[in-house]
């Protein structure tokens, strides 16, 4: 078992070679002695603008490492530090047989050291800029997140290299993007890192959603031919018809839409002749056409990859290695029963996978009908993680590791990742990753990258911090809860201690101090309601966009979605994200004070007491407990009558289906002014994230009334509603799962007594939670079972156990894994 805190060695500073294609031929190159340059870099003398950019950084960095200035001259390459591509120097680069105009082999380059000469030749200017920037890192240098906070720099008078490798990536595309795009204050260092650390493709496969942007290029030809949108409900579905989701589709069955889209695809190439690749993904979620001739071409995926192979065909009948991209994604993630065009790359989610395959499953079934495969990875999405310790998969760094390796292994040679700008709880799993999806091995070196990390950001408070990025790495799952935030807090104050006399070490803590201040204030939020849940949002996002410059947390995302997502909170006009500081009273650029930071740490462990209670995070991929043949220890009871923001988890046998509810408003009679009851449910199936359904016509006037909410999708469903606290009774249908969360970002908020079964996994030792923060050791064979809270009231809220709870055994939905670990 992987311990969950790192330990930092003294490392010495030395030019370290790691590389499959060894060096024990090359002859050493000293580069600076004394903090004198000893050669020149040297270009080509008609070198171009980006081959000059990589050699004159290569210059400054290596003249901060060496105390010194290295000269950039153009010169024919005989002697000095030769930066170039292949076309530049072809005598240099006649035995590394680049193929530049391959898309797939753009980025090889080689380093190899003489005795008086260092070539860093590659086949590409992108090539040639990961020369550069492998060059540095092997002398020391680091990018480790945006900005220059993070860059690593180091002091070597004396500098030497030996070396002689060829190099290329693992993967061919290499991408890790901010799901809700760059600010003003973020994009160029998000840009420089990305430079820096080889998470740049040189070949650009496209893959996103296309069927809308195909629509509005050829605008008039969809207006004159309504037939090539999908048929839904006997109607077709034009553009400025469709539902707020944007679920456009072909019909796909159409020859001239086939056609059409075809013709587009060669005119882009044509417009855009540098260009790689064009999408043929179909746009988000359903809405697929129901026509007969349709149905007739077989599955989804059948029809979506139909289109891309006629697009694919006609490409490549006027164009040499143009590709099409798609995804094996959501309604068409299912294999297809036909072949894949070879220029065809489908990229395969790793989530809203749908037909009851396994990821594996579904690889292993596109490769079989010739598929090239990439992976569609989620590394970091607001949504699901916001920003919150080991929540997101980028900061697991068990996942990350060997996800990459696996993928690769399984075939995949293209590799995007939808992330975000949340460098405090994500930022070492984003760095492994961008050097793992280059070299393979890095997943063995992790602990070593890890070590090497600590060291070099935190200096003299490597070890306190090796304790905090082990308490916030996914791999051990932590929870967020108070007991976590005091043990944060705790290594915090010790390495901003360590490192008083290191100013660079104390800013990166400092950076850190505030993402855990951050992820406080979160858990005060999301477990608050009412007004306090109100004001506890405007708190967080005050403090999410005054910090937003660290890039710990991605302030934009926050400030835009969670007032989508959460009604029980909104933003007054003038404070929306889009709003200028200079007339929006939320926004507030003053830089934290050294004493606010040390307050931050002080009170942070006297709120957050540490008790030992050990806490474990569990997914919200719930399905039904049948499997474990479950008995309840009693009969439960659920009150129906509650007030505020309420959420319950169901199930649904099969699709489509319904939600019958007999619903009250107004039961307190005095509050009936507060507005009529919303509901809304979602489907974990629904790959927009939107509710599938929404009901807000039950007025609080103390009258019951029936309402149905209907779904479109199989599986779990989460059902939210909110009555501005005049107090609701909603009546669930008899024999329908019904479950409750109860941990401390959702706690069991329920009027009047209640009792609830919750399940105690195989091998759990004791279960542990608040209020009172309670830990009651679990006595030999009772775990693997059902126990009981009976007669209670107030809050709950479960730390040590799946935090989930339900009056019976058949209504109660369990974490996916825990279900799977414990019916084997």
Known sequence: MRSTSYCAATL?????????????????TALATGGQALLPIVVAADASER?????????????????????????????????????????LAADANFEPDNPLKREEYILRSEADRLLVIGATEIAVEHAVWDLLYRLGYRQYFPGDRWEIVPSMPEMSIEIDVREAPAYHARRIWYGYGAWDYNAEPYAQWCLRNRARSGMELSTGHSY???????????????EYYG?????RRLAGEVDGRGNIKFCISNDGLRELVADYAVRYFEENPDADSISMDPSDGGGWCECDQCAAMGSISDRALTLANQVAEAINEQFDNKYVGMYAYSFHSPPPSIRVHPNVIISVTTAFLRGGFSLDEIIEGWQAQGATTGIREYLGVNVWDRDLPGRGRGSNLDYVTTTIPR????????????????????GLGYFIAARTLWDLGEAERRDDLTTRFLADCFGPAAEPMGVYYGLIDGSGKPLLCRDLLGQMYQALAQAREAAAADTPALARIDDLVLYTRYAEMYLAYSSAAGGERQQAFEDLIRHAYRMRTTMMVHTKALYRDLVNRDKAISIPEGAEWSAPEETNPWKDSTPFTDAELAAFVSEGIEANPVVGVKAVQFSDELVPATLLALEAPVEGTLNVSVRHRQVRYTWFDEAPAELPLTVT????????????????????????????????????????REISLQTPNSGLHRLEWIDGGDMTAVIWPEGMPITVRADLEQPLALQGRWTLVFYV??????????????????????????????????????????????????????PREVVEADAN
């Open 12 to 28: 010495l500073l030395l030019a370290m070679i790691t590389s499959s294609a060894g060096c024990a031929q090359a002859e050493g």
């Open 51 to 91: 081959v000059q950019a990589a050699a004159n950084d290569l210059a400054a960095y290596l003249g901060r490492i060496a105390g010194t200035q290295f000269e950039v001259t153009a010169a024919d390459g005989s002697a000095g530090i030769v930066v170039g591509t292949a076309a530049d120097f072809p005598e």
């Open 212 to 226: 809308g942007k195909t629509i509005r290029a050829n605008a008039d030809e969809f207006a004159a031919h309504p």
């Open 231 to 235: 048929l839904n409900d006997g109607e």
């Open 407 to 426: 993928f690769h292994a399984q075939g995949a040679r293209y590799y995007t990742s939808e992330s975000s700008d949340n460098w405090g709880p994500n």
């Open 665 to 704: 408003g107004g039961l307190i009679a005095h509050y009936r002014d507060r507005g009529n009851v919303k509901f809304e449910l979602y489907a974990a199936a629904e790959v927009t994230l939107d509710p599938v359904d929404t009901d807000a016509s039950v007025p609080p006037d103390g009258e019951a």
């Open 761 to 814: 996994p195989l091998g759990t030792e004791a279960v542990g939670g608040e209020p009172g923060y309670f830990n009651i050791p679990v006595p030999e064979g009772q775990d693997g079972k059902l126990w009981a809270f009976t007669n209670c009231r107030g809050a709950l809220m479960l730390m040590s156990v799946p935090p989930y709870l339900a009056p019976t055994a058949d209504a109660l939905l369990l």
